[in-house]
T-cell receptor, first 117, second 112 residues
Framework: GAVVSQHPSRVICKSGTSVKIECRSL??????MFWYRQFPKQSLMLMAT?????????EQGVEKDKFLINHASLTLSTLTVTSAHPEDSSFYIC?????????????FGPGTRLTVT | GNSVTQMEGPVTLSEEAFLTINCTYT??????LFWYVQYPGEGLQLLLK?????DKGSNKGFEATYRKETTSFHLEKGSVQVSDSAVYFC???????????FGTGTQLKVEL
């Protein structure tokens, strides 16, 4: 299957600083990428849908000024957590969609563990 | 709206036991159905999928059949291994949409 990478895999930052997480589709072009947040022992919560070259669409309750999403190319989307606080500590997962005439699939990255101290 | 309901975990089994994880759904239209697996500390991997009624998805000994009449997509495996220990997510997507709707996940623990 297709490969989606995330970088970094783990990051620790201090309160008030900003952190950028990269999501790349390595062997296909993804017009749409998704950012999820996962709390311990819970399901994935969709934060936003990112389309190349346009503004991201945020889910209800997600602060767009705090979670900045940029989708600069068909293979790269970034999530920047601005002015991070301890409650932003979580596991962030991206995915990239691939669609052809016969099927639709989302391929997930390995996730980024963010810890804010 | 769309929703996915999974059986609550954790499910604890002995190695070589039979596994069933129930999944039912509510959706507008005719969804495609997926099972994803998440190993500890990792992202999600697609395990199997089915795109229309009566389709059977299968992979690595796991199977699930798309049952339109019961709106179900139960995951089964005849003989689980310790390495199958993970969290399993049932999900759906409806035609024309691009957002996956996930169930809450079911943790499976397989013991020797």
């Amino acid at each position: 299957g297709a490969v989606v990478s995330q970088h970094p895999s783990r990051v620790i930052c201090k309160s008030g600083t900003s952190v950028k997480i990269e999501c790349r589709s390595l062997d296909f072009q993804a017009t749409t990428m998704f950012w999820y947040r996962q709390f311990p022992k819970q399901s994935l919560m969709l934060m936003a849908t990112s389309n190349e070259g346009s503004k991201a669409t945020y889910e209800q309750g997600v602060e767009k000024d705090k979670f900045l999403i940029n989708h600069a190319s068909l293979t790269l989307s970034t999530l920047t957590v601005t002015s991070a606080h301890p409650e932003d500590s979580s596991f962030y997962i991206c995915s990239a969609s691939y669609q052809d005439r016969d099927s639709y699939e989302q391929y997930f990255g390995p996730g980024t563990r963010l810890t804010v101290t | 709206g769309n929703s996915v309901t999974q059986m609550e975990g954790p499910v604890t089994l002995s190695e070589e036991a039979f596994l069933t994880i129930n999944c039912t759904y509510t959706a507008t239209g005719y969804p495609s159905l997926f099972w994803y697996v998440q190993y500890p500390g990792e992202g999600l991997q697609l395990l199997l999928k089915a795109t229309k009624a009566d389709d059977k998805g299968s992979n690595k000994g796991f199977e699930a059949t798309y049952r339109k009449e019961t709106t179900s997509f139960h995951l089964e495996k005849g003989s689980v291994q310790v390495s199958d220990s993970a969290v399993y997510f049932c999900a759906l997507i409806t035609g024309g949409g691009n957002k996956l709707t996930f169930g809450t996940g079911t943790q499976l623990k397989v013991e020797l």
